[in-house]
């Protein structure tokens, strides 16, 4: 066995209205006076509504910063970290989406010292620490809440990620009721997300693991016996759970094996076309998969049964391909576009996304082959 390293959040609590309970969690921190972290949408649903009464009745103090907006940009992050300053914040939670939660995690790093933004791009290169920090996601998607990785908007058509376990939460609160009036195709587009984080955890060439394979495998069983149900049956809270978890396990299981060519190839459509992250990635999976399979046979046929939902026998090439199979059935029964031409990418674009894609090499080192601009190009030309 090769040695490893795994980190994960310290704390980790589950249930159903957890969520109107934070109180107690910033009081276990030491936390009194709190940045409030969530996107307008969230706010006009009366979703936060709630979970801020729910505080201040307990005596923490909330100031509300509910201008994330998806894909957020650095001016979001800088923003927000003002609003913590000028309330003199001592903490901050963030109750939403990735995008919510990634920008929480950065401020509460800019507020715990002067380092700048734009120095802490990269790996290990928050040099401070952070203030107290909740994760509450309302998607069962990105896995933000146990991922030390936050992705931001730095240009037009660019991205950065700041990776740092400083940005670990102290707790991750899973309360499946706030994900009951999740939209169908937000469902089914993060739930396939949190199963690519799976997928690539499980094949991550330099640092898979045996803790982060175990999440892996659990996740894509809870994720896939649980999305249909999820999407078509939204009020179903069971399903809901279950999907949270699994997209839990799921990040746990890529923050320490970490992801590789469908999220090097799904980058550029958000930059170019502004498709949202979970659907990047479900429009170049299928291609990615059948990419690798000459280097990743093994390990996809061992994911197979996990996804069908029954033994699969046949050769290794065999079960391989009907993982890939599974994969594309579900996407069509979700009721997501199988291609990138269906989702409005321009056959003209494709050279530019293959060009963009090449630049994400701290995730292509990941992938079980490597990947040239021809075999990029190529993938995009497989998906359009």
């Given at each position: 066995m090769q040695p490893f390293t795994f980190n994960t959040v310290a704390r980790i609590v589950s249930g159903s209205g957890e969520a109107l309970k934070l109180a107690e969690h910033c009081l276990d921190l030491?936390?009194?006076?709190?940045?409030?972290?969530?996107?307008?949408?969230?706010?006009?649903?009366?979703?936060?509504?709630?979970?801020?009464?729910?505080?201040?009745?307990?005596?923490?103090?909330?100031?509300?910063?509910?201008?994330?907006?998806?894909?957020?940009?650095?001016?979001?992050?800088?923003?927000?970290?003002?609003?913590?300053?000028?309330?003199?914040?001592?903490?901050v939670i963030a109750v939403?989406?990735?995008?919510?939660?990634?920008?929480?995690?950065?401020?509460?790093?800019?507020?715990?010292?002067?380092?700048?933004?734009?120095?802490?791009?990269?790996?290990?290169?928050?040099?401070?620490?952070?203030?107290?920090l909740i994760l509450v996601p309302t998607t069962a998607g990105t896995g933000s809440e146990v991922t030390p990785v936050a992705v931001i908007t730095t240009g037009e058509t660019t991205k950065a990620g700041v990776s740092s376990a400083t940005l670990l939460p102290d707790i991750a609160v899973l309360d499946a009721d706030l994900t009951l009036g999740l939209p169908a195709k937000i469902t089914a587009m993060t739930g396939v997300d949190a199963m690519v984080h799976a997928i690539e955890a499980y094949t991550s060439k330099i640092k898979k693991n045996p803790v982060s394979d175990n999440l892996a495998c659990s996740a894509l069983v809870l994720l896939a016996r649980n999305v249909r149900?999820?999407?078509?049956?939204?009020?179903?809270?069971?399903?809901?759970?279950?999907?949270?978890?699994?997209?839990?396990?799921?990040?746990?299981?890529?923050?320490?094996?970490?992801?590789a060519a469908v999220h090097a190839l799904a980058y550029p459509l958000g930059g170019h076309f502004h498709i949202p992250h979970g659907l990047s990635n479900s429009l170049v999976l299928p291609a990615v998969l059948r990419f690798n399979l000459p280097a990743a046979a093994a390990h996809y046929a061992e994911l197979a049964e996990l996804v069908v939902g029954s033994?699969?026998?046949?050769?290794?090439?065999?079960?391989?391909?009907?993982?890939?199979?599974?994969?594309?059935?579900?996407?069509?029964?979700?009721?997501?576009?199988?291609?990138?031409?269906?989702?409005?990418?321009?056959?003209?674009?494709?050279?530019?996304?293959?060009?963009?894609?090449?630049?994400?090499?701290?995730?292509?080192?990941?992938?079980?082959?490597?990947?040239?601009?021809?075999?990029?190009?190529?993938?995009?030309?497989a998906a359009f």
């Open positions: 030491g936390v009194k006076k709190l940045l409030l972290v969530t996107d307008p949408g969230l706010v006009s649903i009366g979703l936060i509504g709630p979970v801020q009464d729910a505080l201040s009745e307990a005596g923490v103090t909330v100031s509300l910063f509910a201008k994330v907006s998806e894909d957020p940009p650095e001016s979001v992050v800088l923003a927000a970290a003002e609003a913590g300053r000028e309330a003199g914040v001592d903490g939403g989406g990735g995008s919510s939660m990634d920008v929480a995690k950065v401020a509460a790093a800019l507020l715990c010292g002067d380092q700048a933004l734009g120095d802490m791009y990269g790996v290990d290169q928050v040099k401070g620490g952070r203030l107290p149900t999820a999407v078509h049956d939204g009020r179903q809270r069971d399903a809901r759970g279950a999907m949270l978890l699994g997209a839990m396990q799921a990040g746990q299981a890529f923050a320490n094996a970490p992801v033994p699969v026998s046949g050769s290794e090439e065999a079960r391989a391909e009907a993982l890939i199979g599974a994969i594309e059935t579900l996407i069509s029964d979700l009721g997501l576009p199988a291609t990138l031409s269906a989702a409005g990418v321009g056959e003209d674009s494709l050279e530019t996304l293959a060009t963009d894609a090449m630049l994400q090499q701290r995730l292509l080192v990941n992938n079980p082959r490597d990947v040239a601009y021809e075999d990029a190009l190529a993938i995009y030309r």
